[in-house]
T-cell receptor, first 109, second 114 residues
Framework: GQNIDQPTEMTATEGAIVQINCTYQTSGFNGLFWYQQHAGEAPTFLSYNVLDGLEEKGRFSSFLSRSKGYSYLLLKELQMKDSASYLCAVTDSNYQLIWGAGTKLIIKP | GAGVSQSPRYKVTKRGQDVALRCDPISGHVSLYWYRQALGQGPEFLTYFNYEAQQDKSGLPNDRFSAERPEGSISTLTIQRTEQRDSAMYRC????????????FGPGTRLLVL
């Protein structure tokens, strides 16, 4: 079967750094996405990785290791507005997106 | 339009009624996706279209659910003879159809079946 695993909830402090991990087992791989979803709102695109390595975009970075079926999202200089759920999703061999359940990130002052 | 729009934003209906949920994708986007999302969960795939062709409907829960996109733009998800278990947030997303396939989501329709 296809499976995306990520922690259910994490807590971090404003101004700190947090890393949200995602592991996947899918039938084929055509890219990995990270989305941010604030409570009651639609998911919004954060990053896309298809090759191994680190993609940096401002305070957010995303890493991929295809051989390990592993990715992480790194958030630096955390702000209160970063409190949200972070969804990991993988495109399989049929180009269908397989979604994780999301990691709820709680930022404390 | 600038983004994906969905209507209605909220729908309350009685069990046994039919409902139609509408999605208007980003102009020019080839692919359109329907998801259902429970609180605290990721989106659950229902079906998707490339242009007007329904490519995959394997996620539709049963034959009470159907979707169409007759002119390759606006799509309608129809639920017949609604049941209480159909209550959920229904989300639509569209993508350009080019390589990256980033999906852009609409605000969703919150369906409540009484």
């Amino acid at each position: 079967g296809q499976n995306i695993d990520q922690p259910t909830e994490m807590t971090a402090t404003e101004g700190a750094i947090v890393q949200i991990n995602c592991t996947y087992q899918t039938s084929g791989f055509n890219g990995l996405f990270w989305y941010q979803q604030h409570a009651g709102e639609a998911p919004t695109f954060l990053s896309y990785n298809v090759l191994d390595g680190l993609e940096e975009k401002g305070r957010f970075s995303s890493f991929l290791s295809r051989s390990k079926g592993y990715s992480y999202l790194l958030l630096k200089e955390l702000q209160m507005k970063d409190s949200a759920s972070y969804l990991c999703a993988v495109t399989d061999s049929n180009y269908q997106l397989i979604w994780g359940a999301g990691t709820k990130l709680i930022i404390k002052p | 339009g600038a983004g994906v729009s969905q209507s209605p934003r909220y729908k309350v209906t009685k069990r046994g009624q039919d409902v139609a949920l509408r999605c208007d994708p980003i102009s020019g986007h080839v692919s359109l996706y329907w998801y259902r999302q429970a609180l605290g969960q990721g989106p659950e795939f229902l079906t998707y279209f490339n242009y007007e062709a329904q490519q995959d409907k394997s996620g539709l829960p049963n034959d009470r659910f159907s979707a169409e996109r007759p002119e390759g733009s606006i799509s309608t998800l129809t639920i017949q003879r609604t049941e209480q278990r159909d209550s959920a947030m229904y989300r639509c997303a569209s993508s350009s159809g080019r390589d990256q396939e980033t999906q852009y989501f609409g605000p969703g329709t919150r369906l409540l079946v009484l």
